[in-house]
């Protein structure tokens, strides 16, 4: 298969790293190597093998058309490449340029007729890039525009009133900005007593989710649902109260994939049961929000 290769870049550097250049001399008209150069090559390949190729350059003198001639440099090419290739290495956006006649000539046009390998001696790989002028681009980062969420909703309700429902903006920021892994309380989300019916006053709270969630589609959270009191949740309420949750944001067109939910009874209480005070039950009633992903 023939390879077609297109120009990268060489220039020397004036540090006091630089690149090394080998030539190869062709016979007029010819792409293929003589005895004598075939067997220079095969020295330098083997003096070079721990150094690096960063470019093969082919040229032809003036005889011929220019087409027919950058056709030949460029079969020069492809001759010494198809000799170098896996015994020495090369740079992975190694590319190579066939000048053709398109170049200084020399007077002599046995000079002209040639290939030039260029190549890093392997004591300045290091620098490699600095030898090649490379200036490594490093993109800085935009900053992400923080997420500003509101302080308050207001509903207008089918009677005429509105329902104003206060935010916890310090909440929501921290849930959007929580690691995976992370478990966070909502507070002062209550349900009427031995059901899973969020009160009124605690509605502001699934709204508080909400916002988040639609603000950081990336987020997945999984919803605890926890009891105070008493050691056996005989009705699964705290699964009941999670799942609440779970149906509100669903309701509310975020995706299923992102949510799950569990009840855990009163197995993971804060106050040991049963509690001092109602300060403690209040502590042990809670729903939890654990970052699934973010």
Not at 192 to 209: D, H, W
Not at 212 to 240: A, F, N, W, Y
Request: net charge positive; proline share 4%.
């Amino acid at each position: 298969m023939k390879l077609t290769f297109v120009f990268l870049f060489l220039f020397f550097s004036t540090s006091q790293y630089a690149q090394e250049q080998f030539s190869l001399y062709f016979d007029s008209n010819k792409f293929e190597l003589s005895t004598k150069e075939q067997t220079r090559l095969n020295i330098w390949i083997a003096e070079n093998k721990n150094n690096k190729i960063v470019a093969i350059h082919g040229f032809t003198d003036e005889v011929g058309t220019t087409g027919f001639n950058d056709t030949l440099a460029q079969k020069r090419v492809d001759f010494i490449f198809q000799n170098v290739k896996n015994q020495i290495k090369i740079r992975e956006d190694f590319k190579t340029r066939s000048f053709g006649e398109s170049f200084n000539q020399s007077v002599n046009k046995a000079e002209n007729r040639k290939v030039t390998i260029f190549y890093i001696l392997e004591k300045d790989l290091p620098r490699e890039d600095e030898i090649l002028g490379i200036k490594k681009v490093v993109k800085e980062e935009q900053p992400k525009p923080e997420i500003v969420y509101p302080e308050k909703l207001v509903f207008e309700n089918p009677n005429g009133t509105k329902s104003e429902f206060k935010l916890d903006r310090v909440f929501m920021k921290t849930m959007g900005e929580a690691k995976p892994g992370e478990k966070l309380k909502i507070e002062n989300l209550n349900f009427i007593i031995n059901t899973f019916a969020v009160v009124n006053e605690s509605r502001g709270k699934m709204y508080e989710l909400l916002l988040v969630l639609q603000k950081k589609p990336q987020l997945k959270i999984e919803i605890h649902g926890h009891l105070c009191c008493m050691p056996v949740d005989r009705t699964d309420l705290s699964t009941q109260r999670a799942k609440a949750i779970y149906n509100f944001l669903i309701q509310n067109e975020i995706d299923k994939s992102r949510l799950s939910y569990k009840g855990f009874g009163s197995t993971q209480p804060i106050y040991p049961l049963p509690e001092k005070d109602e300060k403690e039950r209040a502590a042990n009633r809670r729903v939890e929000i654990l970052i699934i992903e973010n």
